[in-house]
């Protein structure tokens, strides 16, 4: 299991802004794509963006400009940023990260198409 760590999640008011992060070790991740999911308790987990190695980005129809998904290919590491501006009460729940989804063009918000996740970090928008 190869850990994922996602980092920046809290509570905003409506109409702020949060970035999250997400690190996972292992040059190999440079080359495959990565996405951040977000469920709510009881819901199905729910693709938000994902971006390939080529920086190639795909977004969910609700969070299409407000949300920006980039990448970081560092050495012997790999960071996922999701810039996350004008939340609104909606966009309140945890968010995870994932890693080695499927090529640009596949079914990018399909959970089952992930191999490696994170923990999560809650997301809390107040109205």
């Known amino acids: 299991q190869v850990p994922l760590v996602e980092s920046g999640g809290g509570s905003v008011q409506a109409g702020g802004s949060l970035r999250l992060s997400c690190v996972i070790s292992g040059a190999k991740f440079n080359t495959y794509s990565m996405a951040w999911f977000r469920q709510a308790p009881g819901q199905k987990r729910e693709g938000v963006a994902s971006i390939n190695s080529h920086a190639e980005i795909t977004y969910a129809d609700s969070v299409k400009g407000r949300f920006t998904i980039s990448r970081d290919n560092g050495a012997g590491k790999t960071t996922v940023y999701l810039q996350m501006n004008n939340l609104q009460p909606e966009d309140t729940d945890m968010y995870y990260c994932?890693?080695?989804?499927?090529?640009?063009?596949?079914?990018?918000?399909?959970?089952?198409?992930?191999?490696?996740w994170g923990q999560g970090t809650q997301v809390t928008v107040s109205s």
């Open positions: 994932a890693a080695d989804g499927p090529a640009f063009g596949g079914a990018w918000w399909h959970a089952s198409q992930y191999k490696f």
